[in-house]
């Protein structure tokens, strides 16, 4: 097989045939995704630590914990501070809205809503 060659393979994730390229292109374009989001998280997890003063290491904040009340405990100026944080930081405008809950929520959702604005696709597991 050469470089101008394509095998046509079952890619069982689909239930379709797809070629090697598809896989291969595929399979980097979800290696960069990813990529992407733990780079983005790291820098919100370090806005949360050094900008919130959050008493925490970076691997012990999960992605999914919950940012106010019970989770990480934030509240409401540590909100106005996040938000000027991840404004200045990004260089992005969070809403302020009810949307701006829903992207508060988590600190995945968070790093989705960054990864939604550039135009990349959401949370890879």
């Known amino acids: 097989m050469n470089a101008n ?4 393979i079952h890619d069982v994730r689909t239930d379709r045939p797809t070629t090697t390229a598809d896989g291969l292109l595929g ?6 995704r990813k990529a992407e989001y733990e780079d983005v998280l790291s820098r919100v997890k370090t806005l949360l630590i050094e900008q919130l003063h959050l008493q925490r290491e970076p691997d012990e904040i999960d992605p999914d914990s919950v940012l ?14 996040l938000t000027v944080a991840i404004e200045t930081e990004f260089g992005v405008r969070i809403p302020d809205s ?9 600190v995945s959702s968070v790093v989705d809503h960054l990864l939604k604005i550039k135009g990349s696709v959401t949370h890879v597991a």
């Open 98 to 106: 009810e949307a701006s809950r829903r992207i508060f929520r988590t």
């Open 5 to 8: 060659d394509v095998m046509l």
């Open 68 to 81: 106010f009340g019970t989770g990480l405990g934030l509240d409401s100026v540590d909100a106005v501070e």
């Open 27 to 32: 399979s980097a374009d979800e290696n960069e």
